[in-house]
């Protein structure tokens, strides 16, 4: 018992921890690939057991990232010429991944796997594979750079829009969805499947594929 001064916050952290996830059985601390456990973290996610902050289930193309990053992994582990374990997860496995994403992709793209390893550790501790304090030792460098925002402008869809021969009707099709899409704003996943019935009084009704929030355009 601590009778005076103040509660280390480490402490604090553990105890909390430790009460919302109570320590696992001695069959749950089995040696478990990281392969195996992103693919867990993939079908958790899917089957709607893992959920958002706001306690929604993730959208499928939240979770086309994840899948990425497993295959990311694989390939990292055939050119290490060995699988690892999450007991094998450490600053060292860490920066070798982040290394060999960086020299493979765009700082962006890097990023977002990397998130995804982030998200790995995170859920590890929840289900207890990985020490809470042990991962909070990791440090997973997410840098990103700032993307160019390349747009069209009004003369420019316009022009776009006076083409009138093109190899087949798909042409025609593409071109017209993609102007969509550049006088509302909406994701490609949203504005491709807009139908006739998102059209009411002069106004586009859609709910978001990815956020599930609800636009009239």
Do not use: W
Not at 22 to 34: E, G, N, S, Y
Not at 151 to 173: C, G, H, R, S, V
């Amino acid at each position: 018992k601590i009778t005076q001064g103040v509660v280390p916050f480490k402490t604090l952290e553990k105890e909390v921890h430790n009460k919302l996830f109570p320590p696992a059985h001695d069959d749950q601390k089995r040696p478990v690939l990281i392969t195996d456990f992103l693919q867990k973290l993939i079908d958790d996610s899917a089957s709607g057991e893992r959920k958002t902050k706001k306690d929604l289930n993730l959208n499928p193309n939240s979770i086309k990232p994840y899948k990425s990053a497993l295959n990311h992994f694989k390939e990292f582990q055939t050119i290490q010429t060995r699988k690892y374990y999450m007991t094998d997860i450490n600053q060292k496995l860490i920066n070798d991944f982040t290394k060999y994403l960086n020299e493979k992709l765009a700082i962006n793209a890097s990023a977002k796997y990397l998130t995804v390893i982030k998200l790995l550790i995170s859920y590890a501790t929840e289900k207890k594979i990985i020490d809470f304090n042990v991962a909070l030792e990791f440090k997973v460098n997410v840098r990103r750079e700032k993307s160019d925002n390349i747009y069209l402008n009004e003369q420019e869809i316009k022009d776009m829009m006076a083409i009138k021969e093109f190899p087949t009707k798909l042409y025609d099709t593409v071109r017209d969805l993609f102007v969509i899409g550049c006088c509302t704003g909406l994701r490609f996943s949203d504005y491709s499947i807009l139908r006739l019935e998102n059209i009411k009084g002069g106004f586009i009704e859609i709910t978001q594929q990815k956020t599930f929030g609800n636009v009239v355009i």
